[in-house]
């Protein structure tokens, strides 16, 4: 939880030089906000006399004054320092991406202690380690919920994400970013689309998702062309995370398939849900097939 006694008006001189020197204008939060609607012009004079007066923060004072609440200081932080996240009821993006709409809950946190993990044991400055698989051996393990969260923290880092839906049986990205689902990863392996079938986030700055597409007849040769491991290869080259959502393990072969072209996976399992024994055989599966298995994540969201 970001606190609102950081001080955002007088001593924010390294920021400010930052910007400068990247051409962008300093804001300040009380500027942010009457912006965003959060405060009148009025009050954000009054805050700022008062704060003076009293030698105290602009969040500090706001918030007793009761012209402003911690959430709008977190939001106005948030853009204030580029950290991007949206406001409930302004967007098409589901309310099952947390760290989208509440990236200061102790949820979100352990998504950010993952992708500390990720990058330390994965992903690095090399071509070779930027796509990751994200795969369960049983459906509704959370493999969907999680990829989306950790594409959106990883953007949130400043990271070029890009985040795949490899699931054509039961595809969910479309609907979790509210995105349509005519064109994605199904034509273009089957050689009726290209790249362009990515679509930009744009709430999110530098995050990108590539829909399933159209459900195939035939997902797992679709996976199985040399296409997939070239489209891996060239997006590679313009990304720096690639993360997969794969199906589950147990019913089908896609997730073993798609996790060789990529490299490595991550595997998750669902508190009170997952099966040990189908956690391990799925984990034994990967390695005898020489797929890096970065991790395993009990999920309990």
């Not at 204008?25 to 012009?41: C, M, N, Q």
């Not at 602009?58 to 406001?87: H, K, N, V």
């Not at 990720?118 to 049983?138: C, G, K, N, V, Y």
């Not at 595809?171 to 362009?196: E, K």
Request: charged share 20%; aromatic share 6%.
């Amino acid at each position: 939880m970001i606190d609102a006694n950081v001080l955002v008006d007088d001593n924010t001189v390294s920021q400010l030089a930052e910007k400068r020197a990247r051409g962008q204008p300093y804001r300040s939060i009380g500027a942010i906000l009457v912006d965003a609607g959060r405060l009148s012009p009025e009050n954000a004079d009054r805050i700022l006399r008062i704060q003076h007066e009293r030698g105290q923060r602009f969040g500090e004072t706001a918030i007793g004054l009761g012209l402003l609440t911690q959430a709008d200081i977190e939001l106005g932080l948030s853009r204030q320092f580029d950290f991007p996240y949206l406001l409930k009821g302004n967007s098409q993006v589901s309310h099952e991406l947390i760290a989208a709409y509440d990236p200061f809950s102790a949820q979100v946190e352990t998504l950010r202690a993952l992708r500390s993990q990720l990058m330390m044991r994965w992903f690095d400055s090399t071509e070779e380690h930027t796509a990751l698989a994200i795969t369960s051996p049983a459906r509704n393990e959370g493999r969907s919920f999680l990829a989306a969260n950790l594409a959106v923290v990883f953007s949130q880092l400043g990271e070029r994400t890009l985040l795949i839906d490899a699931d054509m049986r039961h595809p969910r990205q479309h609907a979790l970013f509210g995105l349509p689902n005519r064109s994605g990863l199904s034509a273009i392996l089957s050689g009726r689309s290209n790249i362009d079938a990515i679509t930009r986030i744009p709430a999110l700055v530098d995050l990108s998702v590539l829909p399933a597409g159209v459900i195939p007849p035939n997902p797992q040769e679709l996976l199985a062309r040399p296409i997939f491991q070239q489209l891996l290869q060239e997006l590679g080259r313009r990304y720096d995370v690639i993360l997969i959502d794969t199906p589950a393990a147990g019913v089908c072969a896609d997730s073993q398939s798609v996790a060789a072209r990529a490299g490595a996976a991550l595997v998750i399992a669902h508190k009170d849900v997952s099966r040990i024994r189908a956690v391990t055989n799925l984990v034994d599966t990967m390695n005898h097939a020489s797929i890096f298995v970065v991790g395993t994540v009990l999920n309990e969201f």
